[in-house]
Structures are given as C-alpha cells and as structure tokens.
C-alpha cells in the first residue's frame, strides 16, 4: 500500500497550463499514472509512467498537450498540462501499481492501478 498526495489543480483560463504533482510515501518506485473523473462520466486514464520513468503512455485526447514525468529522488511524479480545454476539466487522481512488481521500464495496462489518492480539481473556463 502507498499513501498519494496530489496537488496543483486549480482554475484555468482555456488555453492555459497547469502541473499536477503526486507525492508518494513510499521509497519503493512503483509504475504511476494520472487518471481523470469528469461530472457524470467514468473515470478515463490519462496518462502512466514506468517505474524508471523511460517509458511513457497517454491517451489519444491528451497527447502533444501533456506531459507525464517523475522524480524519484523526491518520489513524487507530475502531469504537465499546456493548451487545456474545457473538456479536460474533471478531477485528477494520482495513481500507483503496488499490488505487482514489474521491471523497470515496463508499463503495464491501465487496469493494473491499485492505489489512488484523493484527487485534484482542475478546472478550465472558455
């Protein structure tokens, strides 16, 4: 089990950028990723990074806009977020893949995410 922590969301002006960041408490690297709620809608994912953070995955609605990344010597992981639009307006949780250990630069389907923290709103205004 690992305790996430989000942080960055806020209101934006549509074309704006905002950086999500995710702390984990564990120093054990998991794979993480970025996953997103809107108002009436089911979760999507939105983007996931592998434990050596080579290796990198996002949805076809957020590619050339975000960027995932991460620091492992500060265990925390971030969502670059340029160009928002309305329609990315949801709440942002930060997840991790505890329950399985994968190699380094493996990135395993969205499926496989087991830990979630609390979520971030981010909001963006036309």
């Known amino acids: 089990q690992v305790h996430l922590v989000e942080s960055g969301g806020g209101l934006v002006q549509a074309g704006g950028s905002l950086r999500l960041s995710c702390a984990a408490s564990?120093?054990?690297?998991?794979?993480m990723g970025w996953f997103r709620q809107a108002p009436g809608k089911e979760r999507e994912f939105v983007a996931g990074?592998?434990?050596?953070?080579?290796?990198?995955d996002s949805a076809d609605s957020v590619k050339d806009r975000f960027t995932i990344s991460r620091d492992n010597a500060k265990n925390t992981m971030y969502l670059q977020m340029n160009s928002l639009k309305p329609e990315d307006t949801a709440l942002y949780y930060c997840?991790?893949?505890?329950?399985?250990?994968?190699?380094?630069?493996?990135?395993?389907?969205?499926?496989?995410?087991?830990?979630w923290g609390q979520g971030t709103q981010v909001t963006v205004s036309s």
């Open positions: 564990s120093r054990t690297f998991y794979v």
């Open positions: 997840a991790a893949v505890a329950r399985r250990s994968f190699s380094s630069d493996f990135l395993p389907g969205k499926d496989e995410y087991d830990n």
């Open positions: 990074i592998s434990r050596s953070g080579r290796t990198t």
